[in-house]
């Protein structure tokens, strides 16, 4: 059968089957529209994603179909997933990776209703990031460091607002007369890959 066939037999799609493709990065359109549209869209956050649909929707929606999936059981979903020891950023994550396929297959016509619409779920209580203040920062540079690497990343880091992956990916070429050219970002999973939001810039 073809990947998200347009057709009314869309309806009988299993459900955890549909989400653990959504987040296939060879496999859904969703993730080709972004790329499409030069929104990049990572493959870390591709694979949690995933996981999280395997972790904690497929326990509770097993044999489901797609087109049977209704509100109240979502929010049954979502009350289960709250009494959960786990952080509401986290709660918010595992519900979205579900949300989000289920919200795109309406809009795209693929099922009748959307059915995530107006339902209450988590606060983001993520920790705030704190900014070190000036005297705390001169004190940390005036020190010694074991790895001269370490403290120049994070002086790049302090002085341009650069994050920890365009760093990483810094060549000799990126080296201006007085500025950076960032065009890179790297990570483990990905190697070197465009920045954040897709944008090379000057800092």
Request: hydrophobic share 35%; with cysteine.
């Amino acid at each position: 059968s073809t990947l998200f066939p347009y057709t009314t037999l869309f309806r009988s799609s299993i459900l955890i089957q549909f989400l653990t493709d959504f987040w296939d990065k060879d496999k859904s359109p969703y993730i080709k529209e972004k790329v499409r549209m030069k929104k990049h869209i990572g493959l870390t956050y591709i694979t949690e994603s995933q996981r999280m649909v395997l972790a904690y929707w497929k326990p509770f929606f097993e044999n489901k179909n797609l087109g049977d999936l209704t509100k109240r059981e979502l929010k049954e979903f979502i009350t289960h997933i709250d009494t959960l020891p786990l952080s509401n950023s986290r709660k918010l994550k595992i519900y979205r990776s579900g949300s989000i396929a289920i919200k795109w297959a309406y809009n795209d016509e693929l099922i009748d209703r959307d059915i995530t619409s107006g339902i209450v779920t988590f606060s983001n209580d993520a920790k705030e990031r704190k900014i070190l203040t000036l005297e705390v920062a001169e004190l940390l540079f005036s020190i010694k460091w074991k790895d001269e690497r370490s403290q120049l990343a994070n002086a790049i880091a302090m002085l341009t607002g650069m994050r920890a992956g365009e760093i990483l990916a810094l060549r000799k070429q990126d080296l201006g007369d007085g500025c950076i050219y960032v065009n890179y970002s790297w990570n483990r999973k990905e190697g070197l890959k465009s920045p954040k939001n897709g944008d090379s810039r000057k800092v």
